[in-house]
């Protein structure tokens, strides 16, 4: 049997954002359901190096398939400058569960990306209005770019207002998209206020103030994926209602974590998490709501989900490479 090899390219031309979409929703539901496995990630940590490595292994039964994977992913925030290579990298192993053979070998960096961005246009289309149609983002970066494309799949989004500390990524940005959405720049409270925000940064102190949102704004916290990160208000998630996509992830290394290790929010003040909403045995947004958060570590069931939809669609139109992998 051959192993799929599938590069960048191949990743971004077959994991359409859409289907990528609807396969990461049915994940938050499996898990909630027990059809998933999801050993906690571990960690790596490097100093020395300015970075850490992340092992991500998931299986995920969704209606007529199951899969497993395992990513190898890294965050080294000194690349670009210093090595001239993104700050994360990843690659993926996606399996036959029934018999351990390696389907595919993937790019896991683009794979990430998509999957990032799907997980905030699933927990938007559950938390926020259904007429919003602003999108504040913090952070220019290519993340930015993806959780726009993710967030415009299920909301009817017309401005767009974008923070960035670095003047040219914030310009780069707005005529990226200038031609589809009425984009802008301007500063962290600007784009705070709008009906859906999403921050994307490496923070370790809150940047967001509490006053700055809107009355029904719902944020996707994405920035905060290791332990000390923390980009909003204490009084913003004491005041949402506050959803996350996994307990454990998010008390050690998601928005949450730093209030919650020094006894600011305790679990009372977690509304769930995110796959008990999708599953339906939480309400979403309900008519009295205000602000929601969504605390988004990322999962590993997320990125099996996305590799599903790699995978599946390069088998279908014969995009990557076969090449023998392990011995049969």
């Not at 050993?39 to 007529?64: C, Q, T, W």
């Not at 799907?118 to 504040?136: E, P």
């Not at 709501?289 to 995978?311: E, K, P």
Request: charged letters at 25%; aromatic letters at 6%.
């Amino acid at each position: 049997m051959q192993t799929l090899l599938l590069g960048p390219d191949d990743v971004v031309e077959c994991a359409d954002l859409p289907s990528v979409i609807d396969a990461v929703e049915a994940a938050f539901a499996a898990d909630a359901r027990g059809d998933t496995i999801m050993p906690a990630k571990s960690y790596i940590d490097l100093p020395e190096y300015n970075g850490d490595f992340r092992s991500m292994p998931a299986y995920v039964h969704v209606g007529d398939w199951d899969a497993a994977a395992v990513k190898w992913v890294n965050v080294h925030p000194d690349n670009p400058a210093d090595h001239d290579l993104p700050t994360v990298l990843g690659t993926l192993i996606y399996s036959d569960p029934e018999t351990a053979f390696p389907l595919a070998v993937m790019d896991g960096t683009n794979l990430t990306r998509l999957r990032t961005g799907a997980a905030a246009a699933v927990a938007t289309d559950h938390l926020a209005r259904s007429d919003a149609d602003s999108l504040g983002l913090v952070g220019a970066g290519v993340q930015a770019a993806t959780q726009l494309e993710a967030i415009a799949a299920v909301r009817d989004i017309e401005r767009v207002v974008v923070a960035d500390r670095n003047d040219e990524k914030q310009q780069a940005f707005v005529t990226q998209f200038a031609d589809r959405f009425d984009a802008r720049a301007g500063s962290l409270a600007d784009a705070a206020e709008c009906d859906v925000l999403s921050t994307i940064t490496p923070v370790e102190s809150p940047i967001v103030e509490r006053e700055w949102l809107g009355e029904y704004t719902h944020v996707n916290a994405i920035g905060a994926d290791a332990e000390g990160k923390h980009e909003h208000d204490d009084r913003t998630l004491l005041d949402a209602k506050l959803v996350i996509d996994d307990y454990e992830q998010c008390t050690h290394s998601g928005e949450i974590n730093v209030p919650w290790h020094e006894g600011v929010l305790s679990d009372d003040d977690i509304y769930g998490e995110l796959g008990r909403i999708v599953a339906g045995e939480l309400p979403g947004r309900e008519p009295g709501d205000g602000i929601t958060v969504f605390d988004s570590t990322g999962l590993a069931i997320q990125d099996v989900a996305a590799a599903h939809v790699a995978y599946e669609n390069a088998r279908a139109v014969g995009e990557g490479s076969d090449f023998t992998l392990v011995g049969t």
